[in-house]
């Protein structure tokens, strides 16, 4: 039995321990502990705290009240119930950012271009993810809605650039149509480069209307359905497309109708991938751009780990040279979607796939700056 002094003792030497805590998930201030006569700086530790992309700081985005400035946000979308296949991918955005914890601000220079994303005038911030019902569709797409409503309203901290970008992380694809009813608000209807395996645009009354309107929304007809609300161009285009169609005519026709052009996978061979941006340049030359990424895009030998794997698919390097070789283009928007972690390998491919892609899109927003009323400066 302890004495009442030595428990005493006890309490009085665990309360006198120092522990200090990050204020927020990313360390933003120099974190400096005494050991002896050494300190040690531990703010880069990249394996603390709560996990955001690439270490960047958190921002509850939603509290209208806030008063945290950012330029482009980061939105997780955990939301699968609209998948055709394989769920999952409502766990993606959480995937995706520990696909991401390798990626530190302060140490993120290119090897390729030299640029460092996070150090030029963008102010990036990770806002979690919204708040979203596994039991509603409808509702959670509203709720969805909202957030990106909220989140795209909130104030830059530029003064030149007034409107906030978002990058999205899903999530099904059905999450880009909540993002494209927020992008229009702002920019207007815009030109969506899509890669995917899959185009999309199906008629809710061929996939999913057939049962009822509730399930004709879904990752195979959000696209459609983005056309038929007036937030896409006729200057779209897929690209990567290799999985079958459901009608011999009417799907490719209609997919004609909703503004889309497509290069399919194995035009790359031909092409090669400095052939694949020149194409997709043309076609969006001059307007608003939104990109949407389905790591589907992927072979499956690059990305097991989504709901609808389509094989004959491109490597990661070649997305990645593709998505680097659009800076340029006026990009207002875009996400990375159907990462569903449970089907990954021990290696984390995919995650770690759509993590880089996400820096990719972050890096285009960051080339040029956009106004909401014209291009860039």
Same mark, same amino acid.
């Given at each position: 039995?302890?004495?009442?002094?030595?428990?005493?003792?006890?309490?009085?030497?665990?309360?006198?321990?120092?522990?200090?805590?990050?204020?927020?998930?990313?360390?933003?201030?120099?974190?400096?502990?005494?050991?002896?006569?050494?300190?040690?700086?531990?703010?880069?530790?990249?394996?603390?705290?709560?996990?955001?992309?690439? +270490?960047?700081?958190?921002?509850?985005?939603?509290?209208?009240?806030?008063?945290?400035?950012?330029?482009?946000?980061?939105?997780?979308?955990?939301?699968?119930?609209?998948?055709?296949?394989?769920?999952?991918?409502?766990?993606?955005?959480?995937?995706?950012?520990?696909?991401?914890?390798?990626?530190?601000?302060?140490?993120?220079?290119?090897?390729?271009?030299?640029?460092?994303?996070?150090?030029?005038?963008?102010?990036?911030?990770?806002?979690?993810?919204?708040?979203?019902?596994?039991?509603? +569709?409808?509702?959670?797409?509203?709720?969805?809605?909202?957030?990106?409503?909220?989140?795209?309203?909130?104030?830059?901290?530029?003064?030149?650039?007034?409107?906030?970008?978002?990058?999205?992380?899903?999530?099904?694809?059905?999450?880009?149509?909540?993002?494209?009813?927020?992008?229009?608000?702002?920019?207007?209807?815009?030109?969506?480069?899509?890669?995917?395996?899959?185009?999309?645009?199906?008629?809710?009354?061929?996939?999913?209307?057939?049962?009822?309107?509730?399930?004709?929304?879904?990752?195979?007809?959000?696209?459609?359905?983005?056309?038929?609300?007036?937030?896409?161009?006729?200057?779209?285009?897929?690209?990567?497309?290799?999985?079958?169609?459901?009608?011999?005519?009417?799907?490719?026709?209609?997919?004609?109708?909703?503004?889309?052009?497509?290069?399919?996978?194995?035009?790359?061979?031909?092409?090669?991938?400095?052939?694949?941006?020149?194409?997709?340049?043309?076609?969006?030359?001059?307007?608003?751009?939104?990109?949407?990424?389905?790591?589907?895009?992927?072979?499956?030998?690059?990305?097991?780990?989504?709901?609808?794997?389509?094989?004959?698919?491109?490597?990661?390097?070649?997305?990645?040279?593709?998505?680097?070789?659009?800076?340029?283009?006026?990009?207002?928007?875009?996400?990375?979607?159907?990462?569903?972690?449970?089907?990954?390998?021990?290696?984390?491919?995919?995650?770690?796939?759509?993590?880089?892609?996400?820096?990719?899109?972050?890096?285009?927003?960051?080339?040029?700056?956009?106004?909401?009323?014209?291009?860039?400066?």
């Amino acid at each position: 039995m302890l004495s009442t002094l030595s428990i005493l003792l006890l309490a009085s030497a665990a309360a006198g321990r120092d522990i200090a805590f990050p204020p927020v998930a990313a360390y933003q201030s120099p974190m400096m502990h005494s050991f002896g006569h050494e300190e040690i700086d531990i703010t880069g530790a990249k394996f603390a705290g709560l996990t955001t992309f690439a +270490n960047l700081p958190y921002v509850h985005c939603l509290d209208k009240d806030g008063f945290e400035k950012y330029d482009i946000a980061i939105l997780g979308a955990p939301f699968d119930t609209g998948v055709t296949a394989r769920p999952g991918a409502r766990f993606g955005p959480n995937g995706i950012r520990t696909g991401s914890r390798r990626i530190h601000p302060d140490s993120a220079w290119s090897i390729y271009s030299g640029k460092n994303l996070f150090k030029e005038w963008a102010t990036i911030v990770d806002c979690g993810d919204a708040p979203l019902t596994v039991l509603d +569709n409808t509702v959670a797409l509203k709720q969805l809605d909202t957030a990106h409503r909220i989140i795209s309203s909130r104030p830059t901290n530029s003064t030149d650039y007034t409107v906030p970008r978002i990058v999205t992380l899903g999530g099904d694809h059905t999450t880009t149509l909540s993002a494209l009813r927020s992008t229009i608000k702002h920019w207007g209807p815009v030109s969506v480069i899509h890669f995917d395996s899959h185009i999309d645009t199906w008629d809710p009354e061929v996939l999913g209307g057939g049962v009822s309107d509730y399930a004709g929304v879904n990752h195979g007809t959000f696209l459609h359905i983005a056309h038929e609300e007036g937030l896409v161009r006729n200057t779209s285009i897929h690209a990567g497309i290799r999985a079958p169609v459901m009608n011999k005519k009417h799907d490719v026709r209609n997919d004609r109708r909703c503004g889309f052009e497509m290069i399919k996978a194995r035009d790359i061979d031909r092409l090669t991938p400095q052939g694949v941006i020149d194409k997709l340049k043309r076609r969006v030359a001059g307007t608003k751009v939104y990109i949407s990424v389905d790591i589907d895009v992927l072979d499956p030998a690059f990305a097991p780990a989504t709901g609808t794997a389509e094989v004959g698919g491109w490597t990661t390097r070649e997305l990645l040279t593709i998505l680097d070789g659009l800076s340029g283009l006026y990009v207002v928007g875009g996400d990375v979607v159907e990462v569903a972690p449970i089907y990954d390998n021990p290696g984390e491919p995919t995650t770690l796939a759509a993590s880089e892609v996400v820096m990719s899109l972050l890096q285009l927003m960051v080339d040029n700056p956009v106004r909401a009323d014209s291009g860039p400066l």
